[in-house]
């Protein structure tokens, strides 16, 4: 049974920093392209990172050059960087293993809540 267990999240003023990891179980994990996604309230889920197995990463314009996504397949975890973080990155994030479509899971996200 495949488990993503998401971690790290929390409450950090404007500026700061956090960084998510994602523990995989019940795959294997290095054959997966890994993704870190967002949703606020009232907003459809965002892609905010990804990285193939091989560790080509992909990030969208507005969290490219604040964010790093990373993985490390003997820990069978993904992790996600942010820095100078922005009251607008507030959302849940989401973890996301991708191998086709038959194959494709969500961890069940943590909270990031960015305030002064």
């Known amino acids: 049974q495949v488990q993503l267990v998401e971690s790290g999240g929390g409450l950090v003023q404007p500026g700061g920093s956090l960084r998510l990891s994602c523990a995989a179980s019940g795959m294997l994990f290095r054959l997966y392209a890994m993704g870190w996604y967002r949703q606020a309230p009232g907003k459809q889920r965002e892609l905010v990172a990804a990285i193939t197995s091989g560790g080509t990463t992909n990030y969208p314009n507005s969290v490219k050059g604040r964010f790093t996504i990373s993985r490390d397949n003997a820990k069978n975890t993904v992790y996600l960087q942010m820095n100078s973080l922005k009251l607008e990155d507030t959302a849940v994030y989401y973890c996301?293993?991708?191998?086709?479509?038959?194959?494709?899971?969500w961890g069940q996200g943590t909270q990031v809540t960015v305030s002064s």
């Open positions: 996301n293993a991708h191998l086709g479509s038959a194959n494709d899971y």
